[in-house]
Every structure is written in C-alpha cells, then in structure tokens.
C-alpha cells in the first residue's frame, strides 16, 4: 500500500514539471530547406533587365549551370582548374571589317582647309592621312567632314573581297604590284589607264580586273581642292575663308620672278635660303623651324622647287602662309606674309618669289620658314647651304 502511493506521488511530481516546463519553452519553429543559389553570367547581371517570363532569348532569366563560376571570370572544372570562356568572333563574311579605337582623336574640316593644311597642323603624312581616312587622290574634302587622325585607327570603308581592287602602300610600284598579282606591266597600266612613268600614291586604289578600265587619278594634281569651295579642284582657297577672318591677300597678277643663290642638294632636293637676313630664333622642340628677321615687303623665296598645296591663313599662328611639297616626300612652309602670290596647285621654280614678307599673326615682321618630312618637323638648317 505504501509502494502504491509512493509511485503515484512520484508520477504526480513528473507530470507537474513536464507541465511546468511545456509552459516555459517556446515552440520551436518547423526548419525550411533552402534550395542552392543559381549562378548568373556577369552579362545578365549587368543589364539588369528581367522577364516574368522564362525565355533562353530573355536577359535576367536564371538558369542553373552545371559548372561553378569562378571569382576570376572562368569556369571552374571538375579537376578544379579554371577554363576562361571564349570570346566571341563575329562573321565577317564576305566584307572587310572596320577598325574602331575609342581613342581617336579627330578634326572637323572648316572653309579653306585642305588635306595637306591639315596634316600639317597635326604633323602627320598627308598619304597616311588620306588611306587612313579613305580619301583617293586628288584629296577632295568637304566643310564639316571628319578627319581621323589617330594613327593606329584605320576607317576602311567596307569593301566586297570578290572586287579586284588593290590599295597602294608605301614602297609599291606599278611593277611591283603587276607582279604580286599575276599581271603585267602593261595590263596594268591599261587597266588604270596610268601615265608614264607610272608613279602610284600612298591609298592609292588600282584595279586589278583587266577586263574593266579606270581611269587613274593623278599622283601629282594639277589642282589642289579646298574645302568649302564651290568649285573644289580650282576656288582659290582666299575665296572661301571662314566668315570671322579676313582672305588671306593674294595677288595672282603679279609677274613672277626668280631669284638665284647658292644651293644645297640634300635627300635628292636641290634648296636654297628662302629669304635673307639674320636668324633671330633656331629650331627647337618649342619652334618647329626658323625664324629669319627682315622688312615688311621682302621677297619670300621657294626654298625648293615643288608644286604649291596651300596658301591662305586659315592656320591659326601663322598668318599668311604657304606651303609647297617637294617630291612628295617633304614639305617647306613659309609664315607671317604680308601678301601672298601664288595659289595651290601651282608648280613654282626653287627661287620664286612666292610672298612678301610681314608679321600676320606675329609680333614682329620676320619669316618663320618650316621643312617637314614625311609630316615630321626637321631642322632647316640641316638642308640650306652653309
């Protein structure tokens, strides 16, 4: 009797802390099973666009993917190596592709600008200049045209692979590039209907089908265009200046007058002092050419014999200037003119006297006299007569 009571007093106290604690605890909340994350390429993240609709062709739309995304942008294998995915190659198909560099720097041509004005600012080679930018001889420009002037951005216009057409570079010949393609001279030569002695330009573009016949513009034209003018291959550049400066003055009347001294061959140039006088500043990395003081009215000489490319004042610091080419590989430039008496295009004899002497845009009457090869800036002292 007394083991009876003893176990129910015992099975009592059990059942009042049971109750005690069950009061106390707090219920304990049913765990959830999370499924694992999905991974999503960097490219869909980043645009941040997403589709309520699942679609492969939809940004934002999560699929999960069978290998792990590394922190370095690859795959992460099954042996633990990273695989770095391919990048994409567009098909060209049967046309040349455009070189595109975000760091180009580039010109928008104004009235009066010609292509070898342009390169001359920049101090690029205007062959260069012209096939990088897809311009054939005779450099025809137009106001407002973009000029590219970086040199390592090429702007090709796309061009069919079947066309049998061939664009100069620098050491080709018409013998060179008839051989190259399986041509001969003559073949050539009818084909593009060149002149003798058959000398080709930097960008120059050929036809290499004989069937058909082109005709070749000149290497050396007669004309040189301007921008802005209405007749591009004959305005004179003092007819169409921007409106907030005044022509460069011009006189085409004046007879022309040759004036002897002694000469220098240099590089294949015969050159001669273009005016007299005292250097009052040498060349150096801050003066790209000499500085020759003198009086107001003075002849201006070529300093070699060349054809005409610019002249006009739409250079800025320059004044009335000009400037001639020199078998095509060096230009001499002649600033701050009081007048100015030959137009582009024109052939001149080493000697002429192609300006007067002033101090437009200057601060005294003086020549400031440049050479420049291949659009490099070179001491003219270098190719003058000691």
């Not at 869909?44 to 999960?64: D, F, L």
């Not at 005779?138 to 106001?143: A, K, Q, R, T």
């Not at 001294?261 to 005016?275: H, I």
């Not at 002649?334 to 002429?352: F, I, P, S």
């Amino acid at each position: 009797m007394k083991n009876n009571k003893l176990t129910l007093f015992l099975l009592s106290a059990v059942l009042a802390t049971a109750c005690t604690n069950h009061q106390s605890k707090p219920k304990k909340i049913a765990e959830v099973e999370y499924a694992q994350p999905v991974h999503v390429s960097s490219n869909v993240k980043s645009q941040r666009v997403y589709s309520s609709t699942p679609s492969t062709n939809q940004a934002g739309v999560v699929r999960p993917y069978s290998e792990v995304v590394s922190s370095s942008g690859g795959n992460v294998n099954s042996s633990g190596n990273v695989k770095q995915a391919k990048p994409y190659i567009p098909d060209a198909g049967s046309y040349n592709t455009r070189t595109v560099n975000l760091n180009d720097e580039t010109y928008q041509v104004k009235p009066g600008d010609t292509l070898y004005s342009i390169a001359f600012r920049y101090g690029k080679d205007y062959r260069e200049l012209a096939q990088k930018n897809n311009i054939d001889v005779p450099y025809n420009i137009s106001v407002g045209q973009i000029i590219h002037l970086n040199s390592k951005t090429t702007t090709v216009t796309p061009v069919a692979n079947n066309q049998k057409i061939y664009i100069v570079k620098n050491g080709d010949t018409a013998v060179s590039v008839a051989k190259k393609h399986g041509l001969t001279l003559s073949q050539l030569v009818k084909a593009n209907q060149l002149k003798k002695p058959y000398s080709l330009e930097v960008g120059q573009k050929l036809n290499l089908d004989t069937s058909k016949s082109i005709a070749s513009a000149q290497t050396n034209p007669k004309l040189v265009p301007v921008a802005g003018s209405e007749d591009k291959t004959s305005t004179s550049v003092a007819q169409v200046q921007s409106e907030n400066k005044a022509p460069a003055a011009i006189n085409e009347s004046a007879p022309v007058r040759i004036v002897s001294g002694k000469t220098a061959s240099v590089s294949g140039v015969s050159w001669m002092w273009p005016a007299k006088g005292t250097v009052i500043r040498n060349f150096s990395s801050s003066n790209k050419g000499i500085d020759i003081a003198g009086s107001r009215g003075q002849n201006i000489n070529a300093a070699a014999a060349g054809q005409v490319v610019y002249s006009g004042n739409a250079l800025r610091g320059y004044g009335n200037l000009v400037i001639i080419n020199h078998n095509n590989e060096f230009l001499s430039a002649y600033a701050h003119n009081d007048m100015l008496l030959v137009k582009e295009g024109q052939n001149v004899k080493r000697g002429q006297v192609i300006a007067k002497m002033g101090s437009t845009d200057a601060s005294r009457v003086m020549l400031h006299f440049e050479i420049r090869y291949k659009g490099n800036s070179v001491n003219p002292r270098n190719y003058l007569p000691k």
